[in-house]
């Protein structure tokens, strides 16, 4: 019973270098979400597809970009990263019953 | 807007003691209201949700929380605390779908035994 897998868990990267991080979820939900853990502030929403090829920015996009590749995947990509980017990265999906089902983080540190 | 405070950053309760965590709300419709635990380096769990129906909600593992309209609180509680409930704990509100949810910053249970 996978639910939401995301990859990778962890991630050095330097100042300037472009990554992808995945995540797939085998649930059939239609919307997926990005978001951002950073101590004392919660997490705050990077972007969201509320269906398969849709998507739309949340709180702090600046920075990233999003592919909803298909029903089962979101990809958060950083083109050019910086050290503020560095931070804990969640993926959810839910059904569109309010309840969110969240994978086990990818930590990134950008040097 | 919606808003959502968590009262307190850390709290430390002894084993077999009850536990309380404070989370309070602003919401300008009747929002949906959410537990999450985290536990250290993993995923958040969903402990528990309000939507509208009984004030008085039951999560997992002992949990419950009462939806008080009048003081716009949504306090965590359980009778005893295990030392398996030390997590970090995360109170959420939406207005209308979850995309446009809020999360609190966050308090962190410590349980000494």
């Known amino acids: 019973n996978a639910g939401v897998t995301q990859t990778p868990k962890f991630q050095v990267l330097k100042t300037g270098q472009s990554m992808t991080l995945q995540c797939a979820q085998d649930m059939n939900h239609n919307s997926m979400y990005w978001y951002r853990q950073d101590p004392g502030m919660g997490l705050r929403l990077i972007y969201y597809s509320a269906s398969e090829g849709t998507t739309d920015k949340g709180e702090v996009p600046n920075g990233y970009n999003v592919s909803r590749l298909n029903k089962r995947e979101f990809s958060l990509r950083l083109e050019s990263a910086a050290p503020s980017q560095t931070s804990v990265y969640f993926c959810?999906?839910?059904?569109?019953?309010?309840?969110?089902?969240f994978g086990q983080g990818t930590r990134l540190t950008v040097v | 807007a919606q808003s959502v405070t968590q009262l307190d950053s850390h709290v430390s309760v002894s084993e077999g003691t009850p536990v309380l965590l404070r989370c309070n709300y602003s919401?300008?419709?009747?929002?949906?209201l959410f537990w999450y635990v985290q536990h250290p380096n993993k995923g958040l769990q969903l402990l528990l949700k309000?939507?509208?129906?009984?004030?008085l909600v039951k999560g997992i593992n002992g949990f419950e929380a009462e939806f008080k309209k009048s003081e716009t609180s949504f306090h965590l509680t359980k009778p005893s605390a295990h030392m398996s409930d030390a997590a970090e704990y995360f109170c959420?509100?939406?207005?209308?779908?979850?995309?446009?949810?809020?999360f609190g910053t966050g308090t962190k249970l410590q349980v000494i035994p």
């Open positions: 919401s300008s419709y009747s929002p949906s």
């Open positions: 959420v509100v939406s207005e209308t779908s979850y995309q446009k949810v809020t």
């Open positions: 309000y939507t509208s129906a009984a004030t």
């Open positions: 959810a999906s839910d059904r569109g019953t309010s309840e969110a089902f």
